[in-house]
């Protein structure tokens, strides 16, 4: 897939997308994230993408014409399943959201700044808008890592072991389970018997109960209860 991300400050994104899990996808070709500088698409003489709101209201507001020219660039060269804003007042980003967009061939994001971008652009090129949760940051920077991570990490042959992204919390709607590691005893603290049984049905019995536990007591939200 290909995730197209346009920020004002694409500095922030070049060493998150260029490492980890982002960069594995990428080397593999199962993956492209290209960075765009909103700047390069003005036409004022100083790359301002940006003015004083109608209203007299305080702050900045991102303009209509370097974010449509941008995006019309782009879409010159192939279509975009969604073109998506990051924005506090979107939808929550989560795990399905995330498995939806995954299966996306070619997506946009943009990312929010200031007090927020001229409203026809929201009305009339922005598809999906999203928020990774409820309060504000400086930019919508953060929040594009944020997804194009998730989205990227579940495309299959990314992660070299598939089960451990679809054993993730939040992909059957619950936490996971307690993890451990070597030694199994470590200070008197020991590893459940039921690690080191061998038996995988209870084993598996045991992991769903567990994951049950702690969602009914960390995040009962998740179960409508």
Excluded at 4 to 14: C, F, Q
Excluded at 39 to 54: A, E, G
Excluded at 147 to 153: C, E, G, H, K
Aim: charged share 25%; with cysteine.
């Amino acid at each position: 897939m290909r995730i197209d991300i346009i920020s004002v400050l694409p500095e922030m994104l070049e060493g998150f997308v260029g490492g980890s899990i982002l960069a594995r996808a990428q080397k593999k070709g199962l993956a492209e994230i290209h960075l765009h500088n909103l700047r390069d698409y003005s036409t004022d003489k100083w790359r301002r993408v940006d003015d004083y709101p109608y209203g007299g209201f305080a702050g900045m507001v991102m303009q209509c014409e370097p974010i449509d020219r941008c995006i019309s660039a782009l879409k010159a060269e192939r279509t975009y399943d969604e073109v998506i804003f990051t924005t506090p007042d979107g939808e929550q980003f989560d795990q399905h959201i995330a498995n939806d967009l995954s299966l996306r061939q070619n997506i946009i994001i943009l990312c929010g700044h200031y007090k927020g971008i001229d409203h026809r652009i929201r009305e009339h090129l922005i598809t999906r808008e999203i928020s990774i949760g409820d309060y504000v940051l400086t930019g919508g920077e953060l929040a594009a890592a944020v997804m194009a991570d998730a989205i990227v990490r579940i495309i299959p042959g990314v992660i070299g072991d598939e089960q451990s992204a679809l054993s993730d919390s939040f992909q059957d709607d619950l936490l996971s389970a307690p993890v451990y590691t070597r030694p199994a005893e470590y200070r008197g603290w020991r590893v459940p018997e039921v690690l080191l049984s061998g038996n995988e049905a209870k084993i598996k019995a045991w992991e769903m109960e567990q994951a049950l536990e702690r969602t009914k007591r960390l995040r009962p939200d998740l179960l409508n209860l």
